[in-house]
């Protein structure tokens, strides 16, 4: 199917207990397709470890109240990249219009931001604090394109 369709990011292939699945679906897929880990890391350093251990998926996404301090989020989001998967900051169900993940997405280095598509108030307001930090930044401002995939 990988060759049939043009997926570019897969996230929660599998259950986040088969590591043997993931290790498969990493070692036919990883170099092709980005394989996003969100239940199978859960945003956390030492499951990202055994991830990273064990050779499976290539992305993680990251849930600053998943893990639960931001210590432990900067943490997770430095191993993931000091090994080269993509990070992906990421919403969660029942989101406001607080902006603090654009600011960590930006502040961290994350290639990739998980918002929602642009329908409502508490997404919006994440990807206007993008536009003011680019505007912020001015020719520091630095975007990703398609390098943010594989």
């Not at 990883?30 to 859960?42: A, C, N, R, S």
């Not at 900067?74 to 169900?93: E, I, N």
């Not at 603090?100 to 604090?129: F, H, M, P, W």
Request: aromatic share 6%; hydrophobic share 35%; glycine share 8%.
């Amino acid at each position: 199917w990988a060759k049939e369709y043009p997926l570019k990011s897969i996230e929660d292939g599998l259950s986040e207990d088969d590591w043997q699945g993931w290790k498969s679906i990493t070692d036919r897929l990883g170099k092709k397709i980005q394989l996003v880990g969100d239940d199978l890391f859960v945003t956390n350093p030492k499951r990202l470890q055994d991830g990273i251990n064990k050779g499976v998926a290539n992305a993680l996404l990251v849930k600053v109240n998943q893990i639960g301090s931001l210590l432990e989020t900067r943490q997770a989001v430095q191993l993931a990249q000091s090994h080269s998967y993509k990070t992906v900051m990421s919403h969660r169900s029942g989101e406001t219009e607080d902006v603090t993940i654009a600011d960590l997405a930006v502040g961290l280095n994350c290639e990739q931001i998980k918002t929602g598509s642009l329908c409502r108030g508490e997404r919006t307001a994440k990807y206007n604090q993008l536009l003011r930090i680019e505007e912020a930044l001015g020719s520091r401002a630095q975007y990703w394109g398609t390098s943010a995939l594989l």
